[in-house]
């Protein structure tokens, strides 16, 4: 893990060990809070320059698909650690690699697609950022939602 993801680390064990805590509405919170710490190791500590090359040229798969990959181990990391099935577990790997991969490279595509999306100076490139980090949210929203 970079220097970065680990500074992270005792706050995620943390959340991670309060899982047999109290309510039902607490394991949500937890469960919700640790997913969503690991979408941010994922986007902002654990990209790698090969990865961000891919996602602004629009044209190179596999270091988007990795990328991916890396958000659906962490996300499935916490779903066990958590008690989630075997089954569970797959079902939310395969959705967090595909909703993250189709998220990443439609975004790449429009970035190539449209000049103003990929000036960080300008509103359209903030506009598509935001709503990029919105559609992973709602997506480790709903599978946080399924298994708790």
């Given at each position: 893990?970079?220097?970065?993801?680990?500074?992270?680390l005792p706050l995620f064990?943390?959340?991670?060990?309060?899982?047999?805590?109290?309510?039902e509405q607490h394991q949500w919170s937890l469960v919700l809070s640790a997913?969503?710490?690991?979408?941010?190791?994922?986007?902002f500590?654990?990209?790698?320059?090969?990865?961000?090359?891919?996602?602004?040229?629009?044209?190179?798969?596999?270091?988007?698909?990795?990328h991916a990959g890396v958000h659906a181990v962490l996300m499935t990391m916490v779903l066990a650690l958590f008690?989630?099935?075997?089954?569970?577990?797959?079902?939310?790997?395969?959705i967090e690699l595909g909703s993250h991969f189709v998220i990443d490279t439609i975004k790449s595509k429009l970035s190539v697609m449209y000049e103003a999306l990929r000036d960080t100076r300008?509103?359209?490139?903030?506009?598509?950022?935001?709503?990029?980090?919105?559609?992973?949210?709602?997506?480790t929203v709903v599978l946080a939602r399924l298994y708790f």
């Open positions: 893990m970079t220097r970065n993801g680990v500074r992270f064990l943390l959340l991670t060990s309060c899982q047999h805590l109290g309510s997913l969503l710490l690991c979408h941010y190791l994922g986007d500590c654990l990209t790698t320059k090969s990865m961000i090359r891919a996602k602004s040229s629009g044209k190179e798969y596999l270091p988007i698909l990795l008690s989630v099935s075997l089954q569970g577990c797959v079902a939310a790997f395969l300008r509103k359209p490139n903030w506009m598509v950022y935001g709503f990029d980090q919105l559609l992973h949210i709602l997506v």
